[in-house]
């Protein structure tokens, strides 16, 4: 176990809907990340937060958004879903936000099928 | 194009065999990480390594940065059906880049 937490684990929606992901950091880590992981691509960074701010974005289409509170919680909004979108979305947490040399600690992932 | 490259892509074994999978790259990072990951779980986090040349050993597993910082290689002695997975390298640069993650090696020990 981690200590980084998802949720829903499984979520399944229609092309079209918005869904929100959660994300728990371990306790003390300051950084959340978030990666989308689906069978052709690998594991694609998304975006990066630090104590609440955005501090690096990667892949992540305009339809996708995210936000870092001030708990440290993080929540990931995908909206106008395509089929494409079906995939492993995993959130992983760092002490710090200093990338180059920081280990992160992924949680157990959210799998969304959008139909 | 892929930062990171990782061979073989798919590696099928038997129990007791010994075997080294590769991660590659034309650039240069500040420390690389390799993890586990079994299906449908997150990546487990195996080990880091910061030191160009660093060898570090994880009961039978071996890992190591090379002298440029741009490669890194895991042994593994004597595999288990136990070590079966997709093995994940992923490089990081300095503050204010995040890590790039190679493709994978996808593998397989049968008892």
């Known amino acids: 176990d981690s200590g980084v937490t998802q949720t829903p684990k499984h979520l399944i929606t229609a092309t079209g809907q918005r869904v929100t992901l959660r994300c728990s950091p371990r306790?003390?880590?300051?950084?959340v990340y978030w990666y989308q992981q689906s069978l052709d691509q690998g594991l694609q960074f998304l975006i990066h937060y630090y104590n609440g701010e955005e501090r690096a974005k990667g892949n992540i289409l305009e339809r996708f958004s995210a936000q870092q509170f001030p708990d440290l919680h993080s929540e990931l909004n995908l909206s106008s879903l395509e089929l494409g979108d079906s995939a492993l979305y995993f959130c992983?947490?760092?002490?710090?936000?200093?990338?180059?040399?920081?280990?992160?600690?992924f949680g157990p992932g959210t799998r969304l099928t959008v139909l | 194009t892929q930062l990171l490259e990782q061979s073989p892509q798919f590696l099928s074994i038997q129990e007791g065999e010994n075997l080294t999978v590769y991660c590659n790259s034309s650039s240069v990072f500040s420390s690389l990480q390799w993890y586990r990951q079994e299906p449908g779980e997150g990546p487990v986090l195996l080990v880091t390594v910061v030191t160009g040349g660093e060898v570090k050993k994880l009961k039978r597993l071996t890992f190591q940065f090379g002298d440029a910082r741009k490669d890194s290689s895991l042994h593994i002695t004597a595999a288990q059906p136990g070590d079966t997975g997709l093995y994940l390298c992923a490089g990081g640069k300095n503050y204010g880049q995040n890590f790039v993650f190679g493709p994978g090696t996808r593998l397989s020990v049968l008892p």
């Open positions: 992983a947490s760092s002490l710090t936000g200093t990338s180059g040399r920081n280990e992160q600690f």
């Open positions: 306790s003390g880590d300051l950084s």
